[in-house]
T-cell receptor
Framework: SQQGEEDPQALSIQEGENATMNCSYK?????LQWYRQNSGRGLVHLIL?????REKHSGRLRVTLDTSKKSSSLLITASRAADTASYFC??????????FGQGTELSVKP | DTEVTQTPKHLVMGMTNKKSLKCEQH?????MYWYKQKAKKPPELMFV???????INESVPSRFSPECPNSSLLNLHLHALQPEDSALYLC????????????????FGEGSRLTVL
């Protein structure tokens, strides 16, 4: 079964706006990861946040983790057309496997 | 640019064919993975190799047969596939697995787009 659920499923914004994507998971985790996938391409790792961390930054990306609510969010600030992609959260389940959420399809219009 | 190379990029095969997907990484990673991804869906884990040994098989049908000839190479042998097996097959690697748990980031290849007629 899928470990993570994401919302929204699709998000359309204008360039320069911020984009926020949310992820919920079901079981205790060691870490939670976010990946980006351009259409028809492989996945690219964006950021990893450990279970003892609450917030992490990387460039225009900000990830938060709330283990009490079993949820995480990815914020992309000052979005660009090149940010158009699908974004997946992924967490390691109790079997030690990295399982992906359903993903958010982000469209950034110039 | 990805450091995980997958070949071929595209493959069309009939249901009676035998073909193989290949994956190579030169990052010194000791864990390698096969994921299957259908359109508009997340990747689904198929197999995990750790130190060249199969550590996870997600109840994948036997028409998919993985092989890890050495620490840099991972193959997926395909035989008697069905049209519903058409998908993007993604290979990934990570530094290692600790006590059977994935602890770090995965590096993905660009995938092999498989179409079964």
């Amino acid at each position: 079964s899928q470990q993570g659920e994401e919302d929204p499923q699709a998000l359309s914004i204008q360039e320069g706006e911020n984009a926020t994507m949310n992820c919920s998971y079901k079981t205790s985790i060691n870490n939670l990861q976010w990946y980006r996938q351009n259409s028809g391409r492989g996945l690219v790792h964006l950021i990893l946040i450990r279970s003892n961390e609450r917030e992490k930054h990387s460039g225009r990306l900000r990830v938060t983790l709330d283990t009490s609510k079993k949820s995480s969010s990815l914020l992309i600030t000052a979005s660009r057309a090149a940010d158009t992609a699908s974004y997946f959260c992924a967490s390691v389940n109790q079997g030690g496997k990295l399982i992906f959420g359903q993903g958010t399809e982000l469209s950034v219009k110039p | 640019d990805t450091e995980v190379t997958q070949t071929p990029k595209h493959l069309v095969m009939g249901m009676t064919n035998k073909k193989s997907l290949k994956c190579e990484q030169h990052m010194g990673h000791r864990a390698m993975y096969w994921y299957k991804q259908k359109a508009k869906k997340p990747p689904e884990l198929m197999f995990v190799y750790s130190y060249e040994k199969l550590s996870i098989n997600e109840s994948v049908p036997s028409r998919f047969s993985p092989e890890c000839p050495n620490s840099s190479l991972l193959n997926l042998h395909l035989h008697a596939l069905q049209p519903e097996d058409s998908a993007l097959y993604l290979c990934a690697s990570s530094q290692d697995i600790q006590a059977g748990w994935i602890t770090g980031e995965l590096f993905f290849g660009e995938g092999s787009r498989l179409t079964v007629l």
